[in-house]
């Protein structure tokens, strides 16, 4: 095997990288050696900000196949025929902690999907759950400054969780959701995945429709116990990550299959209670799921901070026959993703090469930042309109226009008939099994039992029993036993 030669970063070849530069034998270090202040100073950038949710993650390449007609509902090309592969890059992670933070805790699960479609990229960022804690974005920096660690303690608190909770009576089903047994996912390859939002598809016909994407595990959902998963924690802090780079690495490519639910779009506005509520999920009774095709995962990134650490999904990423809802929280995210790039990865984030897009071509007007390498060639003008044949636009809306009445303001939430924020976590909790009841109470009451103030434990008890009289019974007891004591 021949030798490689170490260089700077100039390309030079660098004479001792054991021994610095120093005047005489035993004698001070010389400003000249610039191997060792490169080094140095290099090696002091190394770290970037951490997401400020979701830190913590693990990605891997795959594809998606088509196996099933979608066209009557949606023109976006990567669906329109059985068998049509597109590349994929997903990234799963943990939502509240920072980067080293343990993988099994109970937390929802990231589940964020780039399509790399020859229309440009689809990025598709939900969840492990198919509802979310607030319906408001203007909410959600108050809601992740309860969950994270505490400013003055350092560590996640009880009074804080539980405080915003007490404020948030949205939050009753999702709590629900995750307080249960599916809370903590025994790996990343055995949950689903949730767009969570409802989505507008748009046909070739410009027939517009709601859609909420699903992703089931093809290995089946296998969950951890509180206990299991802070043995596990313990001892392998990098479980999730371990699992799914294992699987990968022996060939055991994890699959979802994609399903929809599908809403015409005239039937929102009627609908009993408002569709875009990001803590409601529309029962399968009204809109079954209807299958799209699936997704496999069969390549692990070569580098973990190229790759997994410099990828960035935005909601904003569309193709057309896609676009989004009028879901607050959702236009909440088409804004808060991209911001969040040009902050953490910098403004030209979509010319490293797991963001940039494969077989679309990008073609703008867009110039110049830190760190650009896609510039335009030669000969382009870079202003439009122009008289050199450059790229001009289509005329050709990505989706369907939404109609829109009322008054500007800061209105509370449409009015639908059943738009109460307990009564889906209440059949949460009657589909459980009596064990899975006991858990879910025994979870919520393990951390309900730490706060300190009982005026925030009242008003949780209230949510629980607005929920379901015997959950709010049974969450009461739990709670005041274990503060006995
Ligand atoms: C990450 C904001 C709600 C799923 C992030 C990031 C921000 C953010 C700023 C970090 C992005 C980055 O640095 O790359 C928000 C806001 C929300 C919201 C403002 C509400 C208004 C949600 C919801 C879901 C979700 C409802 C799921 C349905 C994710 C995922 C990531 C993420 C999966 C990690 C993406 C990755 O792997 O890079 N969010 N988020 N978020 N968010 Fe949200």
Redesign the pocket.
């Known amino acids: 095997m021949t030798q490689r030669v170490l260089t700077t970063e100039s390309g030079a070849p660098v004479a001792d990288n054991q021994n610095s530069a120093t005047a005489g034998v035993g004698g001070p270090i010389l400003l000249q050696d610039q191997h060792l202040l490169e080094k140095l100073a290099r090696f002091n950038r190394e770290r970037i900000?951490e997401?400020?949710?979701?830190a913590r993650?693990s990605?891997a390449y795959g594809y998606f196949e088509v196996t099933d007609d979608v066209t009557g509902f949606t023109r976006a090309d990567f669906l329109s025929a059985i068998g049509k592969r597109t590349e994929t890059f997903i990234?799963?992670?943990t939502?509240a902690d920072s980067l080293g933070g343990a993988d099994a805790v109970r937390d929802?699960r990231?589940?964020?999907l780039k399509f790399y479609t020859d229309e440009g990229n689809y990025d598709l960022?939900?969840?492990n759950?198919p509802v979310?804690f607030?319906k408001?974005?203007i909410?959600?920096?108050d809601f992740?400054h309860s969950q994270k660690r505490d400013p003055f303690t350092g560590r996640q608190e009880p009074d804080n969780v539980w405080d915003f909770w007490a404020h948030a009576p949205e939050a009753t089903h999702q709590v629900t959701w995750l307080m249960g047994d599916r809370g903590i996912p025994a790996s990343y390859r055995h949950m689903n995945g949730?767009?969570?939002?409802t989505y507008q598809w748009t046909n070739a016909e410009g027939e517009a429709f709601f859609v909420k994407y699903h992703f089931k595990t093809n290995q089946g959902v296998r969950s951890l116990s509180s206990e299991q998963a802070a043995e596990l924690a313990g001892k392998d802090s990098t479980s999730h990550q371990t699992d799914l780079l294992q699987a990968i690495e022996r060939g055991v490519n994890p699959s979802w299959t994609l399903y929809v639910q599908v809403m015409p779009a005239a039937e929102a506005a009627d609908y009993r209670f408002n569709p875009f509520d990001?803590t409601k999920v529309w029962p399968h009774s009204d809109y079954p799921l209807q299958r799209v095709g699936r997704l496999v995962l069969d390549r692990n990134p070569d580098n973990v901070f190229a790759e997994v650490e410099q990828?960035?999904?935005s909601?904003n990423n569309f193709v057309p026959g896609i676009g989004p809802s009028p879901d607050k929280?959702?236009q909440?995210?088409l804004?808060?993703?991209a911001?969040?790039?040009r902050?953490?990865?910098g403004v030209n984030h979509t010319h490293l090469p797991v963001n940039a897009p494969r077989t679309a071509v990008v073609d703008n007007y867009g110039r110049d930042g830190l760190h650009a390498t896609r510039n335009g060639t030669r000969h382009d003008k870079n202003y439009e309109p122009n008289s050199y044949a450059g790229p001009a636009q289509t005329d050709a809306a990505l989706s369907a226009p939404l109609a829109i009445h009322g008054w500007t303001g800061t209105h509370a939430a449409p009015a639908h008939t059943k738009d109460d924020d307990f009564f889906q976590a209440g059949e949460l909790y009657r589909l459980m099994s009596e064990d899975e009841k006991g858990r879910l109470v025994a979870n919520i009451a393990g951390g309900l039992s730490q706060v300190t103030r009982d005026d925030v434990i009242e008003k949780n008890l209230a949510h629980f029993h607005a929920a379901d009289t015997d959950y709010g019974k049974r969450v009461e007891e739990a709670v005041r036993a274990l503060r006995e004591d």
């Open positions: 900000p997401r400020v949710v979701h993650g990605g990234r799963f992670s939502v929802p990231g589940f964020a960022v939900g969840n759950t979310f607030i408001d974005p909410k959600f920096p992740i949730y767009g969570s939002h990001l990828a960035a999904f909601p929280m959702l909440g995210r804004f808060a993703y911001d969040a790039h902050y953490r990865l």
